[in-house]
């Protein structure tokens, strides 16, 4: 589970010469980790195969533009449920708490609500309360991967994965409007 989780951080984080060179690696290591199905590791074979062969600066581009010229695909997870109030600052605070009581150090680059981040701390946890903790955002993510869907992004399987690991359907919870202003990349 520890590997999966890191793995899906890779995924999911801005791509990096790190990134790129460990990719190759991802599916032999997701198999033997045994947590993801056979359909899942396959459905996240062409995000794989693409971080590992396709020029980095297009792909950088891409997640720019994908994930941080709007609010829609965020993956700050606060930023779906608090916006800009000052509700986020004490939920940011009360997270990165939670990771340093875990001995997570958090480069002072990432906000404590950053989805990678928030795996990488997953990662560190005994099975079980890692996936009682995913299953607190798992509606965000769930909705998150259905918008990730509409627009057939390579990105789409990784946020689903995640989906089923927190047994979400994001039916109850639906977060910020995915047609919001500020959201550049339709």
Request: charged share 25%; glycine share 4%; hydrophobic share 45%.
């Given at each position: 589970?520890?590997?999966?989780?890191?793995?899906?951080?890779?995924?999911?984080?801005?791509?990096d010469?790190?990134?790129?060179?460990?990719?190759?690696?991802?599916?032999?290591?997701?198999?033997?980790?045994?947590?993801?199905?056979?359909?899942?590791?396959?459905?996240?074979?062409?995000?794989?195969?693409?971080?590992?062969?396709?020029d980095?600066?297009?792909?950088?581009?891409?997640?720019?533009?994908?994930?941080?010229?709007?609010?829609?695909?965020?993956?700050?997870?606060?930023?779906?449920?608090?916006?800009?109030?000052?509700?986020?600052?004490?939920?940011?605070?009360?997270?990165?708490?939670?990771?340093?009581?875990?001995?997570?150090?958090?480069?002072?680059?990432?906000?404590?609500?950053?989805?990678?981040?928030?795996?990488?701390?997953?990662?560190?946890?005994?099975?079980?309360?890692?996936?009682?903790?995913?299953?607190?955002?798992?509606?965000?993510?769930?909705?998150?991967?259905?918008?990730?869907?509409?627009?057939?992004?390579?990105?789409?399987?990784?946020?689903q994965?995640?989906?089923?690991?927190?047994?979400?359907?994001?039916?109850?919870?639906?977060?910020?409007?995915?047609?919001?202003?500020?959201?550049?990349?339709r």
């Amino acid at each position: 589970m520890r590997l999966t989780f890191r793995i899906l951080s890779a995924l999911l984080r801005y791509p990096d010469e790190a990134v790129q060179r460990a990719a190759p690696e991802f599916a032999a290591a997701l198999a033997e980790d045994g947590l993801l199905s056979a359909g899942q590791r396959a459905a996240l074979q062409p995000l794989i195969g693409a971080l590992a062969s396709e020029d980095l600066l297009d792909l950088q581009e891409r997640y720019v533009a994908l994930f941080d010229r709007g609010r829609a695909l965020s993956l700050h997870l606060f930023e779906h449920v608090h916006g800009e109030s000052r509700d986020r600052g004490q939920a940011m605070v009360d997270l990165r708490d939670r990771y340093e009581r875990e001995g997570l150090e958090i480069a002072a680059k990432e906000l404590p609500d950053y989805l990678p981040l928030f795996l990488e701390y997953l990662s560190i946890l005994p099975s079980a309360q890692a996936r009682e903790e995913l299953a607190q955002p798992g509606v965000i993510v769930a909705a998150l991967a259905r918008r990730l869907d509409e627009r057939a992004s390579p990105y789409a399987p990784a946020m689903q994965t995640l989906a089923e690991l927190a047994r979400a359907d994001g039916e109850a919870f639906d977060i910020a409007p995915p047609h919001h202003p500020d959201d550049l990349a339709r």
